[in-house]
């Protein structure tokens, strides 16, 4: 089998559960050797308190053939992520691909209160994991990434900047914390662009990740039972899909058009012509915008 991303180096910062396990796995899959990050370890849980751990995605990534290292990071503590790009400098001497991932807010926002109701010290924390995370792990891990051309770093969000421009995103802190990381990719493509690199934001669409499916009370193998409750459902797409979004923007050999770009999981699929596990390519947010939005009934016809 042809691996693209033979001899590449990625880290993926927060890869224990959703859109980051998903993108791990596809990159090893692909060839790359990747460092995955995150929290929660088999010896203990993050604040969330979930069950999926990073040795979990690392057993992911080796079971499709794929090479990975299982680090446990706080990307809010700059020193723990120093160590972690020293530690890839001195193992690899190269950083091809930085996927920031690192969010974990999803406990945090409220769907309803305003901003001068919304509790201010879970607002601010929810600010510090989805841009300061970022911003810390930019930081320190780009001057190993610019060391050779050809460099990607993706910033994923949950919008593509066009539909959050337009698009109230369900609370006040929700919304400035995805606008916010649209612009860290536009502005990071300014600064790393003319060094040979390329820095792009990356939305899913309607990802059927662990934490969704739970709350929907379905699985991956019965999702569809969901479409009782919530017909646009129908529109979903697993993890790995953004996963092999990733892969093929990395083993674009012409990525650097790409700069400053912000793409979608189903935008990228129309063009790069890979499709999620089930063969279909789900393009989640032109449906949002052309049926979801507008009104319609739910009808994935000429969407997947």
Known sequence: MIKPLEGKIALVAGATRGAGKGIAIELGAAGATVYLTGRSTREGRSEMDRAETIEDTAEAVEAVGGKAVAVKVDHLDPAQVKALVERIDAEQGRLDVLVNNIWGGELLFSWDAKLW????????????????????????????????PGGLVVEMTDGTAEYNRDNYRVSFFYDLAKTSVNRMGWA?????????????????????SEIMLELFGVTEEN???????????????TPRYTGRAVAALAADPDVTRRNGESVSSGGLAQEYGFTDLDGSRPDAWRYIVEVQDAGRPADTTGYR
Do not use: C, Y
């Open 223 to 237: 999702w569809r039972d969901a479409l009782a409750k919530e017909p646009h459902f129908a529109i979903s797409e």
């Open 117 to 148: 109701e919304h509790d201010l010290d879970k607002g601010l924390h929810i600010l510090r994991l989805a841009v300061d995370t970022h911003i810390v792990t930019s930081h320190h891990a780009l001057p190993l990434l610019l060391k050779n």
């Open 188 to 208: 990071l493509g300014k600064e790393i662009g003319p060094l040979g690199a390329a820095a792009v934001s990356l939305s899913p669409g309607w990802m059927r």
